[in-house]
């Protein structure tokens, strides 16, 4: 959208946001981008319509490889000239080739693999399998975990929040305790269960890592009882959290890997699920009991070889800024514990905890006013997530570390009410 005569791009944007999307959308925009809005963006900048260049750490761990990343956009713009749309009766060649390459990536254990767009495309695809190859309907999920806002995923996202005014979801969903490591062998002696789904590290609930040992009871309790293990890494895989497959590197023999966000390069959407063919099997009978009419885009797909092989060149950079980044925050801790009670992650997923919404509202504000971009938890109000590229150079971290010591700094000063 260009400016309209006389007008300035920001209020027509604003205006429109608020009449066909929502008023409250326009308004978390407009504090976001201080009354701008996002005009262009390359590596960990984002170029704003006032001219401003804002550092992102957000981006819901979409840009991993940051912005428009080159050899991504090279991939994208070469399948765009050649053939961006697939007839879906002939077979494509960049989409089976995609499936080769991720299966591969991932060690080659898990050999089946369905393309989505979003990360719920992933969940709703793997607990659909589970439920119809077990013939079972119960699926356990994990307290504060998230799996996506689709109705069936849902059912599987813990918090209520995501729920309300939903009565009743499609499946069947006990929620365990992240540290009861008895609760998959209990719920399975109770009755039949389909699948167990679990984020190895949880994100939107702030970065918390499960205990690999819990998971690796509760993998080996719900396959002893015939239930599917699906681990859920579309926020945390694709080393996000250090590992090609956190749940794959930590020994759980899972029967599925969920993958997402980062998987088309920060460039394109792209979602998939990686599974055994004892999972897949229902839809290696009928390819047709699960489809979508953009699964496997070959514009989409074409992005993934590219994408991954960034983040294997990166790979090792990325264990430098995470290294850099736990021990910034380190500090931070130490230095503000007024205001900033506590933080965990692995690799480059973190989360700050704040000591009260007041003192997370100021930082949040602080951090804005000084253009570095992170991302809130819906679900927690006083926590947000540092999400770096793996592309970060030592002085953008540098920077963003700056910025949170000053945005720290400004807050918790104001006494609160009564
Ligand atoms: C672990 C996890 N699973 C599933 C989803 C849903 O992905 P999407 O929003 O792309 O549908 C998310 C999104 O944040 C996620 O973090």
Redesign the pocket.
């Known amino acids: 959208m260009t400016a309209p005569p006389g007008g300035d791009l920001p209020s027509a944007v604003f205006a429109q946001v608020r009449r066909h999307q929502s008023p409250k959308l326009a308004l978390t925009g407009k504090f976001a981008g201080r009354g701008a809005v996002e005009s262009a963006a390359s590596g960990s900048w984002v170029t704003l319509s006032d001219g401003r260049t804002a550092l992102d750490f957000g981006s ?1 761990a979409v840009t991993l490889l940051g912005h428009r990343h080159p050899a991504v956009t090279a991939a994208v713009r070469r399948q765009l000239a050649v053939q961006p749309a697939s007839t879906r009766s002939l077979a494509n060649p960049v989409s089976a080739g995609a499936a080769a390459v991720l299966a591969e990536y991932l060690g080659g254990a898990l050999p089946k693999v369905h393309f989505g767009l ?3 495309d992933a ?1 709703e695809v793997a607990v659909k399998l589970a439920r119809l190859a077990s013939g079972r309907d119960r699926v356990l999920a994990v307290r504060g975990g ?3 806002k689709t109705i069936g ?1 849902l059912s599987l996202t813990h918090h209520p929040l995501f729920r309300a005014g939903l009565r009743g979801c499609t499946t069947d969903v006990v929620h365990l305790d992240a540290d009861d490591a008895g609760a998959v062998g209990r719920e399975c002696a109770r009755g039949p269960v389909a699948a167990l789904i679990f ?1 190895p590290v949880q ?2 609930n702030g970065a918390v890592p499960l205990s690999p040992e819990v998971l690796a009871r509760w993998t080996h309790d719900a396959q002893a009882h015939g239930a599917f293990v699906i681990a ?1 890494e ?2 945390c895989g694709l080393r996000r959290c250090g590992e090609r497959s956190v749940a794959l590197a930590e020994g759980l023999p899972v029967d599925a890997v969920l993958v ?2 980062p998987l088309g390069g920060g460039v394109v959407p792209l ?1 998939a699920m990686v599974c055994s063919q004892e999972l897949y099997a229902p839809l290696a009978a009928d390819p047709f009991l699960h489809s979508a009419t953009f699964g496997g885009h070959p514009l989409s797909c074409a992005a993934l070889p590219a994408a991954l092989t960034a983040v294997e060149e990166l790979a090792g950079h990325g264990r430098l800024l995470a290294e850099r980044l736990a021990t910034g925050l380190r500090v931070l801790h130490q230095r503000h514990p007024h205001v900033m009670s506590g933080f965990r992650g692995r690799g480059l997923l973190w989360g700050i905890d704040f000591t009260a919404p007041q003192a997370a509202g100021e930082v949040v504000v602080g951090l804005a006013n000084a253009d570095l971009l992170v991302s809130p938890c819906l679900s927690r109000p006083t926590t947000v997530r540092l999400l770096p590229p793996l592309t970060t150079t030592p002085d953008e971290l540098e920077r963003a570390l700056d910025i949170l010591d000053a945005a720290l700094d400004g807050a918790g000063r104001t006494p609160t009410a009564g």
């Open positions: 819901y979003n990360g719920a969940v998230f799996h996506g995923a984020e994100g939107e859920d579309i926020q997402g966000k979602s």
